[in-house]
């Protein structure tokens, strides 16, 4: 039985991808994003796509994570929601 | 504004919704997608390139044409961001700031001052320096040599397991970029200026379409490896298998640099003095 | 009922693709700050690929790396045994993309800050009509 943490890990992209819109601090959003490009890494691993688990995980939790944090760096972490 | 967007996406949503039952269920071998190109490459990868892992053989051979224009997008994106940011300064500044390593004291060098030549035991530094926090400095430099090692390896190794040049480069630049955050810009200026980070995002591009113009001069079609036998040796099959890696580390290099020259810009906002 | 429930267990994939595309979408429209709008386009990106991903998924199949011994290339192979390989390699492309265009949009964005010291796009426009 897969299924269920295919299901598991399914909820928790979405909930990681809620919360990085709902937190009230952007660098906040930004590591928030970092663990939803590498739930979403996970689920690709469990469908099977393994080179495209890999990218996201290099790309998504590694680089994108970083320009993120370097634009809050180099502008502002206030938000108004 | 947000009744009319929830609106919006929730209609989005309901027409999502009435088109699902036209999908085929989760995990259903008889879907419509796995039945007309997908089944020619998984049973004619081996012996058309040699190259067991069909995602490396499609996306560098069978579709080489569209993945050459995605690696041209990539460039594209890292020109745009360059010419967006980029701010240059005029050389002359009124004071410039040195630290002498050792000592930790730090110089003040007004305008037309002695400047100390490049070495190991001045660094420049900004005014807003702080000092590096030890164990991350430490670790860092213990990971980047093997970060790199394994980029390299997951470039030549992407035929037979996961992998490629678009991961690899990913990898290699993240493993840069790693040494920029814990170090600073300048000392990653001296690994790989911003010059050689364009030039190489060039040279991939370059790589890749000379390949395939290298096979129309021998003779078939544009990115047609099995042409460029006489060139590499061993016989078309293998000749393809070849030419595959050769534009991976294409691919490779312009990504690696492309990711390096983002993080230059982004992370001193277009003036290359401090980073993160 | 039965038959909803039925359809979500055989398809719960795509409501996890139609949620986190309206989720994306709603982002991208309703928040003001323009980070906040750069996840929410991100979130959008990665469910589309969610969708292209689960298309090729194949139940009780092997991943896209044919098994093959040496000098055995004469083997056959069949189709049905290996996940779909197609829609991973057009994925695996847009994710890099998608990654150089995250680069652009914050560029954008810290070009905005600069000009107007403000990420939020109400106080942008007071700051445009004022000036």
Redesign the interface.
Known sequence: MIWPVDLIIMLLVIICGLGALAVRDLLGAAILFGAYSFMMCLLWAIMGAVDVAFTEASVGAGVSTVLFVAAVFRTSRRTKD | MKTIALLTVLAIGAFLLYGTPEFPAWGDPQAPAALHVSPYYIEHTIEDTAVPNVVTSVLADYRGYDTMFETSVIFAAGLACLMLLRRYQPKTQETRLYRHVPTGITLRIAQGGKIPEASDEFERIDSQWVPYDLIVKLTARLIVPFAQLFALYVIAHGHHSPGGGFQGGVIYGAALILYAVSFDLRSTFRRLSERTAILLSAAGVLIYASTGFLCMLMGGNFLDYGYLAPLLGGDPVMARSHGIFIVEIGVGMAVMAVMVSLYYNLASAGRHDEGL | MEDLAA?FL??????????????????M?????L??K???M??LQ?AV??FY????????????????GHGS?SHA????D????????L???A??????????A??????I??QYG???EDEIGERIRNA
């Not at chain 3, 429209?29 to 700050?33: A, E, L, M, P």
């Not at chain 3, 991903?53 to 093959?68: F, Q, T, W």
């Not at chain 3, 994710?95 to 652009?104: E, F, K, P, R």
């Open positions: 359809n055989t398809k719960y994939n795509y409501w996890a693709f139609i949620a986190l595309v309206m989720i994306g979408f709603y982002a429209i309703v928040k003001r700050n980070v906040k750069i996840v929410g991100n979130i990665t690929i969610l991903v689960s298309i090729g998924a194949k139940r009780d199949a092997d991943l896209p790396i044919i098994a093959h290339a192979v069949h189709a049905a290996y996940i779909n390989p197609l829609p991973h390699v994925m695996l492309t994710i890099v993309v998608s990654v150089a265009t995250l680069g652009v914050i560029a954008l964005a810290i070009k800050y600069r403000t990420l939020e």
